[in-house]
């Protein structure tokens, strides 16, 4: 086990969520931090940044939408006293090659792995999670998902074994150090096929069609996102169709001694719990 605090920033996200409740019923004390928690957080204002760091042993980091704060927070955190960090990126970041895709995260590892601190990178795949608490989530309940994915499979991962497996190593100091592990699900689904099981399991008529990188930019756009978020979404499919990041792993497996959770087992809960009713 740990002592002192454990940092959780993003906390109402996907992961962070998840990974305070875990915390929580193991008896971690856990600093819940989010741009509206009682210590604010926010990338932009390093001006609060010291007081969300105080008394911090160990903190959960998820990287921001811009590349280069991750380097300002660690040297903090370093200053403060902090020992362990445990970073969320991105599935097989040192394969993107030339991407435009995912320079924030590639700066926070960067940032990580240069410091003084003991830390974990955990890179995972797609969450499956994202087509009931993401922008899958409203096309789906429409009946029609339109994507720049065709043939090449994802080997989507289920959220909660990636809460897990971040809440194993924020608990487990020494095991992980230095340690950059791929998180994946059992077997990689193309988006066709996922569609095609949340159809079924919904009992919801729900088409996939594949369209271009440009065209669901413009769609991002006109929902309302910016134009610079939608870009750097699209150009995420574009990075994956070269399927460097297809083939699943067995690291979920090596963290937690168990096999991760099926994109089936996350489709009938989710079903189950009504995600995709209309």
Partial sequence: ???????????????????????????????????????PFDWSDPGGWDAVLRGVAVAYVVAPGVAGPVHGFVARAEAAGVRRLALLSGRGADTWGDSAFGLDMRSAEDAVRRSALEWTVLRASNFAQNFDEGLFHAPLV??????PAGTVPEPFVDVEDVADAAAAVLTEPGRHTGRVYELSGPRALTFGE????????????????????????????????????????????????????????VDLATVLGRAPRTFEEYVVRAAAAGAWRR
């Avoid at 429409?142 to 994507?147: I, M, Q, S, T, V």
């Avoid at 440009?214 to 994956?240: N, P, S, W």
């Fill in 142 to 147: 429409a009946g029609e998902l339109a994507l």
């Fill in 194 to 249: 996922a569609v095609d099981l949340i159809s079924r399991a919904s009992g919801l008529p729900i088409a996939y069609r594949r369209i271009s990188p440009d065209d669901y930019a413009r769609t991002l756009v006109d929902q309302g996102l910016g134009e610079e978020d939608a870009h750097h979404i699209a150009e995420m499919f574009v990075m994956m169709e070269r399927g460097l990041i297809a083939a699943t792993t």
């Fill in 1 to 39: 086990m740990i002592n002192g605090t454990t940092l959780v920033l993003g906390a109402s996200g996907k992961t962070g969520r998840r990974i305070v409740a875990r915390l929580r019923v193991r008896g971690v004390p856990v600093r819940a931090a989010s741009r509206s928690s009682p210590t």
